[in-house]
């Protein structure tokens, strides 16, 4: 794992390279405003190839600033990811067991809600995913109205405008090619009185009349003499730049005053429009000409998303004390019949109009616009009329009695000169019934095209009083003997005075207007007023008419609740996780697929019914719920195959210690080798012990002793594994062996047996060794049983051996503490299935503790073909002491020494051996003395002449206490280094004893 500082030098280095990553983050958030300033300060070439190099420029300072801390990232990660997997282990280690049987289901859990949780805190809390989600917002629109070519929408059936309360009266290129931009005041209020006589519900001017007329200040009254007399007419008043705005008038405070909505305590949690424009803002008003005597005036201001898409409505913009309703909102209260002292503004959850309609709203004021369509002229939402369709005073008539024939029509338009009492007027101010059926007229025509076009035209009224053009009252009639005047002038004009034949009107009907609230807006390119939405292109004064339509029709997307987007967010995090984590690669990949189908037409058809659901927080916990959980499994099966590799490295140095490299590499190839858990097999065991040791060690230092062991050790593993055996454990001094596991062979007792002679033999150059390096002699005992055992991997999840258990092994075990040193007993089992190749020496019936019965034991002493093995056996001679050897005496039980209470005394004796004649426990006493059971282990210790005990001990076992009456035989085991002088002198002083143990007929594995 990295070290614990990695994090401090990470941190450290960003001392330097910190302000390189702030340079460059400055850089890119500033870069629009930088990019700009470059281009309106540098002049020439000089400032495009700066803008342009702006961008080369961030990205260099980000990439020196990673290459210059690369080393620190690399270790601060390495050290991140050490860190998580500490993480993970101990909080495995603390789970339940039954939590870890399933790990996939555990992994799919855990990252499932893990991943929903913080895709929901990330999008609940953050702005992060307001780019995608528009994405998906257009996507959703654009399959709800797909785009239609010209030649379908030629072909196809038009379908009835989605909006049917609402119509747009567009100033279209058409309008300002006849009449220039702006337009004449003139007009505006001809269109007012026009569109009244079809009685709508409300027209609005989405146009800033906020300069006045230079040339003609009466056409603005006449605006407003227009809106008083059409009553529910609307102008907008726009939040512009403070710098340069013209102060307020007394008029316009007036007017703010009475188009306001009162201050309540929620609204003031709505953001100042100055904040949200980034700079300070002022309402500009209406003309005072024309405000007061307006219905309403309010705001028509619009703010744009991000990426410059029209998608919101500004329900409300706060502005200091005053709270400004849009021009929507403002017609929609009206329209219900709410007073703005009823409607309240709570941001972030709704505009309520009364408890008419609660409009949804955000943090900033504004509502998702529920378009119905895309924008068209002809096929669109919205109804469109032109401006010039509605104020034209166009005109086809017919002449009585003209000479071209009285069906020749002339087109009277715009372009016509007329005199109403010899006064010229525009072409528009003329009263309709002046050139209505029978009415007197005279003028001058064009005649070479059908139609012909009246270039002049003089009308007369009865009184020369009156507006020129404004009486209502019918033409004179003229006598019937008055008779037409017709007169060629040349080849294509014609002068006239005769009457009117018939009469069709060219302007356009305004029955489409009734009842509908009307908006007057720009529709022409060069009007500045085309805004992008999510079905395209579009005039704003469509955007205001939608969401008045909206409104009225209670038409709002309404956004999913937290409790269900959690859900959501939740369900698909988890799905993911287990397509990821539990189900397969291609059953993982198909649902994580089917679930993000059903996901996105889920929330296509809330779409459809109004629900706006977000589509990228499920989306972001389905995308990363499984990615993570496919990569968390294929780090676990990483993990798995290296642990797997670990395992057979394991398993080869483990076993490559104790057995042959082929028998090794054999359990390796072959899975049914090596089963882990364990499995009932039929083994022999070996069990080795060094006679004395315990007693030897207390006299040595540990470092002799560790380099006795080692040698003892490693030359004893040589001849284990040469055999094939198993080294189970090494017990101390002691080595546990057994062959049949983890790899059977059919000779397996006959290999046991041949290894345990040849480790005798062996003991001769061991000993060797230690008398070179200044160690004692040691002797090895050996036993040998052959059983059933459990074969297989002992321990816990966190360690574990493979080894053996059962009753064998402890069986061996008093096999072998019946041993002497450089003797081999087995079992009768092994005996009997070693068979001929076994020759064995004298046998013995015992009653092994803690075993029922008894148990028959025997002195190996030779294996035949194909080991061809036998024991070294020496013969020993018992002398006898010149000086009686007096000594105290006691039987160890379980290796503990009791009190050295009897006495003995010590007939004969060798290097290996002694005859000891027992005595009653005191010399007062004339009991007879204890009787010592066979295989017993004894502690002795000399007596002096004074009868006080000499240093050092002596520790034997008794292999015959029936030697004679009295007398036992012991084999020594181990003798203490204080006492080795005087045991030596003794025997070199002696002479030959008669009596020789039977016992010594055996081998004998010492000098």
Known sequence: MSRPDEPVRFFRSLAWAGPLFGLAAAGWLLRARIAAYILDHVRGHLGPLLALSLWPLLIGLSLFALGATRKELLALLKYVRNWSAACEARLLSRLPASWLRHPAWLRALSVGVLVSAGASLIVETTPVEQALEAGAFDRWFGLRFPLRSEAERLTGVTDAPALPDVAVIGIDDDTIAHYGWPLPRAIYSRLIDVVSQAKPASLSFDIALVEGSREHPEWDRAIGDAAARAGRVYFTLLLSPAHGAPPLSQVAHEVLAKNHIPNHASAFALPDFSHISRRPMVPTVVLDTISPRAHGVAMANVVLDGDDVLRHSLTAARLGHRLLPSLSLRVAADALSVPLDQVRVIPGSHVDLGGKRRIPIDELGRTLVRYQGRHSLDHGPVPYLSLRSLV???????????????????????????????????????????????????????????????????????????????????????????????????????????????????????????????????????????????????????????????????????????????????????????????????????????????????????????????????????????????????????????????????????????????????????????????????????????????????????????????????????????????????????????????????????????????????????????????????????????????????????????????????????????????????????????????????????????????????????????????????????????????????????????????????????????????????????????????????????????????????????????RRPGVIYVRVTSVSADLAPSWAQAREQGGVSSSVPALLDGPLASE
């Open 392 to 962: 034209r005073a166009d005109a086809a008539l017919t002449l009585r009695d003209s000479a071209l024939g009285e069906d020749q029509e002339f087109l009277l338009d715009e372009t016509t000169r007329v005199t109403l009492d010899g006064q010229p007027i525009p072409a528009s101010a003329i009263d309709p019934q002046r050139i209505q059926a029978g009415a007197r007229i005279a003028g001058v025509a064009h005649y070479s095209k059908d139609p012909g076009r009246i270039l002049e035209l003089h009308l007369t009224s009865p009184s020369s009083a009156g507006h020129p053009g404004g009486s209502a009252q019918p033409a004179p009639a003229q006598g019937s003997d008055e008779e037409p005047d017709f007169e060629f002038l040349d080849e294509d004009r014609l002068r006239f005075a005769t009457r009117v034949g018939t009469l069709r009107q060219l302007t356009a009907s305004t029955k489409l207007l009734s009842g509908r609230h009307v908006f007057v807006g720009s529709t022409a390119l060069a009007a500045s007023d085309v805004h992008n939405g999510p079905l395209g292109g579009f005039p704003g004064v469509e955007h205001h008419a939608t969401m008045l339509s909206n409104i009225l029709r209670g038409d709002f997307f309404r956004s999913a609740s937290l409790p269900l987007r959690l859900i959501e967010t939740t369900v698909c995090g988890l799905v993911a996780a287990i397509a990821g984590s539990v189900l397969s690669a291609g059953w993982g990949m198909f649902l994580s697929l089917l679930v993000a189908m059903a996901l996105l037409l889920l929330t296509f058809l809330a779409f459809l019914s109004g629900l706006h659901i977000g589509i990228v927080e499920p989306a972001s916990a389905l995308f990363f719920g499984y990615a993570t959980c496919v990569f968390l499994s294929l780090r676990a099966e990483s993990k798995a195959r290296a642990q797997a590799e670990a395992s057979r490295e394991f398993v080869r140095r483990t076993f490559g210690r104790y057995l042959s490299d082929q028998v090794v590499q054999q359990i390796l190839d072959s899975p049914d080798g090596l089963r882990l858990g364990g499995q009932r097999r039929f083994v022999t065991v070996l069990m080795t012990d060094l006679r004395g040791f315990t007693s030897m060690c207390g006299a040595m230092e540990p470092e002799a002793v560790v380099t006795l062991l080692n040698h003892y050790l490693e030359t004893m593993t040589r001849i284990i594994t040469r055999y094939g055996g198993t080294i189970d454990e090494f017990i101390g001094d002691a080595i546990l062996v057994f062959f049949g596991a983890p790899l059977p062979h059919p000779d397996d007792e006959k290999r046991a047996v041949a290894c345990a002679i040849e480790m005798l033999n062996a003991m001769r150059e061991v000993n060797a060794w230690n008398q070179s390096q200044g160690l004692p002699k040691v002797e090895m005992g050996i036993g040998i049983h052959s059983g059933e055992l459990v074969v297989g991997n002992i321990g816990s999840e966190m360690r574990a051996k493979y080894g053996v258990v059962g009753s064998t092994i402890n069986l061996t075990s008093r096999i072998e503490s019946c041993t002497v040193g450089g003797q081999v007993l087995i079992s009768d089992v092994t005996r009997q299935r070693c068979g001929e190749a076994l020759r064995i020496g004298t046998s013995q019936v015992i009653t092994p503790k803690g075993v029922k019965g008894t148990l028959t034991i025997h002195e190996a002493l030779a294996v035949a073909a194909p080991y061809n093995v036998e024991l070294v056996r020496i013969n020993e001679q018992l002398v006898r002491p010149r000086q009686p050897l007096r000594v105290r005496y006691a039987v160890l039980h379980d290796k503990q020494v009791g009190e050295l209470r009897s006495e003995g005394q010590i007939e004969a004796l060798s290097e290996q051996a002694l005859e000891l004649r027992l005595q009653a426990p005191s010399a007062a006493s004339t009991a007879e003395p204890d009787e010592v059971a066979p295989f017993a282990n004894l502690q002795l210790r000399l007596l002096g002449s004074d009868g006080a005990l000499q240093p050092g001990e002596l520790y034997g076992k008794v292999l015959d206490n029936k």
